[in-house]
């Protein structure tokens, strides 16, 4: 079941990076730009077809994926591809230069890439992030709204029968502690709260909320037993309690809030649209910032992989240690809904990943490109309001170097999270 798990992993990765091409491809032919080659996987190619103008194929190392379109970069400033220079850095623009025209054909002239509009080479380059966002969404609405997923619910799993500071490092009761209002109040653990203090409680937040909001009150609190409705009277106490953040999320630290005594229990929740479309937010926001906190997580990264360290739960996970995490998920004992709901949230956070990272605005990432296609505009429109010659296209070939140097940044930090993920891995159970 391991081995099958990592199996489909790779399968959802294969058509996660061949849908993000396609969205290149479609809006690259939608503009009238020669696609040569349409390839999904890197290295040798293990199968491809020629339709049309365009070659299809896979390659033998299936780790991301490309198409190639006819003159990226404009030619040099003689209008030609730049004769060689000596220079390095120079040599690294014209090798991109020299690349972006070696399959030019006569007719192509008026099929080149930088030759089209600006905002038509925004939406080319925005097009395969895009479509990676478009399946996250539909793969995450499925689970949400068709399997739902595991929550803490208005159920009560357990009553605590006295009351402890979550500060203190215990849970067995002093002679010493007060009852807690749960138990002073006959809670029973399998009673479902339906309401409390008048308010309908239909999920754990909003239950949760009400019961912090409310220290020193006595409140009725309606719960379901055994198929029949009864009403419960209880006086809060004011306790120190984990934080939570405007998500509902627990955090570090501790707050003074009111205090019930119970805990709740898990269950798996279908989402409503409205709800869900709240979760997908909340995770996308996250998301955002973990892909800002990467460089910080590097040093406890490199003490997992080197020096025997704990990995961190939140520790940043390459596609070996995705793959890795489909695998355990289908051994874990659970039903086998939950599994097949699991391993699409896994696909699906990686499709959501890969729109985040491929619109950073850095080349080679798409959303270089995109950068400079906006600076063109700014350019040229800049231009024509303080009419000024037109300044021509933005010559992105010029930033090469600087394309290295991020790309083997990226590298390292893959080789890195590699080794982490192979001698120290991220694990669910």
């Not at 395969?128 to 068709?146: D, E, K």
């Not at 949760?208 to 309606?222: C, E, G």
Request: proline share 6%; charged share 20%; glycine share 10%.
């Amino acid at each position: 079941m391991f081995i099958l798990g990592i199996g489909v992993f790779a399968l959802g990765l294969l058509v996660s990076i061949a849908w993000h091409e396609l969205g290149h491809l479609s809006t690259a032919k939608l503009f009238g730009i020669r696609v040569p080659q349409y390839m999904v996987g890197f290295g040798p190619t293990v199968w491809s077809r020629k339709k049309g103008e365009t070659e299809y194929g896979f390659k033998a190392i299936p780790m991301g994926g490309y198409i190639r379109m006819i003159g990226m970069f404009p030619p040099g400033d003689d209008g030609r591809i730049t004769a060689r220079s000596t220079s390095p850095w120079r040599g690294m623009i014209e090798d991109a230069r020299s690349a972006a025209f070696e399959e030019l054909q006569d007719g192509d002239e008026t099929r080149l890439f930088y030759t089209r509009a600006p905002w038509k080479r925004v939406i080319v380059m925005f097009a395969g992030p895009f479509m990676n966002l478009i399946l996250a969404v539909v793969l995450f609405l499925t689970v949400l709204m068709g399997f739902g997923i595991t929550q803490q619910t208005t159920t009560v799993s357990s009553v605590s029968k006295c009351v402890i500071s979550q500060t203190q490092n215990r849970d067995t009761c002093k002679k010493s502690d007060p009852e807690s209002p749960a138990a002073a109040a006959g809670l029973k653990a399998g009673d479902k709260i339906v309401s409390f203090d008048g308010i309908k409680t239909d999920s754990w937040n909003k239950l949760s909320d009400l019961i912090r909001a409310n220290p020193d009150k006595t409140v009725p609190i309606v719960v379901e037993r055994k198929g029949h409705e009864l009403t419960l009277r209880a006086t809060l106490v004011e306790n120190q309690v984990a934080k939570k953040d405007s998500h509902g999320q627990i955090v570090n630290g501790y707050t003074s809030a009111g205090f019930l005594g119970f805990s709740a229990a898990n269950g798996v929740v279908r989402q409503d649209f409205g709800e869900s479309v709240t979760w997908m937010g909340d995770r996308l926001g996250e998301a955002v910032d973990s892909i800002a906190a990467l460089p910080g997580k590097i040093p406890a990264l490199w003490n997992a992989a080197f020096n025997d360290a704990p990995r961190q739960p939140d520790s940043p996970m390459g596609v070996v240690g995705a793959a890795r995490v489909g695998g355990e998920i289908f051994t874990l004992d659970i039903p086998p809904t939950q599994q097949l709901a699991m391993f699409v949230m896994l696909v699906a956070g990686f499709n959501l990943s890969l729109f985040l990272f491929n619109m950073l605005p850095l080349l080679p990432l798409d959303g270089g490109h995109i950068a400079g296609a906006l600076w063109e505009s700014l350019r040229r429109n800049l231009a024509r309001v303080l009419r000024r010659p037109d300044p021509g296209p933005f010559d992105v070939a010029k930033l090469m170097p600087v394309a290295y140097v991020v790309a083997g940044i990226f590298v390292c930090f893959t080789i890195l999270v590699l080794i982490a993920d192979v001698v120290n891995p991220v694990k669910i159970s």
